[in-house]
């Protein structure tokens, strides 16, 4: 099934948790306001990049050994293209983006620099407010790291700023604890949370709701009505 949408309403760093969630393999095409680029999607990892100049053309090349052939590419070269056509444009936020699986053949390996949790990382450092305001909205929430996520992170290049916020995450302090333990700033300290959330590492903890305790026992209250009657 075809993902669709808008940049403007669905950034980088949930496309990428999408193409995460399964190893998705396909093309992802976005159409800046610039130019059209094609993104070549192998196990979940975004493989190779280029401009073109008609939507249609992407989908008349259905074997990707054939296409690099065709277009002289050096597989050496590919990391090259996602770093130029992909990550140095993080921080635009207007483009229609759609996703189709499954729709070229890919070979067996392929050189990769940037694997996709990275990718997602540096998407985050460029989110806006308005855009980290949709995870990160209630400061009195808790988060929690699920099972082996620091042997995942611990393979991440985290910032010094983003492995300060990682460490403050016992699920325990709400987001505004994390904030103002952190000192850092607000905007980037949930950038990284942000980005913790959509990597799958951590997790919204449920508040634990305490049962109502009576002041005193049924027994008493019994002994007390008894002595009522008895009056």
Same mark, same amino acid.
């Given at each position: ?8 309403n ?8 999408v ?37 249609f ?12 052939v065709? &277009? ?6 590919? /990391?090259?293209? %996602? $770093? *130029?056509f ?5 921080? #635009?936020? =207007? ?11 890919y ?13 997602? &990382?540096?998407?985050s450092?460029?989110?806006? /407010?308005?855009? %980290? $305001? *949709?995870k ?5 929430? #808790?988060? =929690? ?5 620091e ?33 850092l ?32 026992t ?6 007390i009505i ?6």
């Open positions: 099934m075809a993902l669709t949408g808008d940049l403007s669905f950034s980088f760093v949930d496309i990428f948790q193409l995460l969630q399964g190893k998705k393999s396909g093309i992802l095409l976005v159409e800046w306001k610039d130019l059209t680029c094609a993104y070549y999607v192998k196990d979940g990892d975004v493989i190779f990049a280029r401009p073109v100049d008609k939507v053309r992407v989908y008349t090349d259905r074997d990707f050994d054939q296409l690099l065709k &277009l002289r590419i050096d597989p050496k070269s590919m /990391p090259r293209t %996602v $770093e *130029r992909l990550v140095g444009r993080f921080h #635009l936020k =207007e483009g229609i983006f759609s996703f189709t699986p499954g729709f070229i053949k070979g067996s390996s392929y050189p990769v620099e940037y694997r996709t949790p990275q990718l997602l &990382l540096m998407a450092r460029e989110l806006s /407010p308005e855009e %980290v $305001e *949709r990160i909205s209630d400061e009195l929430m #808790l988060l =929690e790291k699920l099972p082996s996520a042997e995942t992170v611990g393979q991440l290049p985290l910032t010094p700023e983003e492995k300060k916020v990682w460490n403050l995450i016992d699920g325990v302090k709400t987001v505004a604890q994390i904030r103002a333990e952190s000192g700033p607000n905007l980037t300290v949930d950038r990284a949370l942000y980005a913790f959330m959509a990597l799958g590492v951590v997790k919204r903890k449920k508040k634990e709701t305490q049962q109502y305790k009576p002041s005193i049924l027994e008493l209250l019994a002994k008894e002595r009522i009657r008895g009056l």
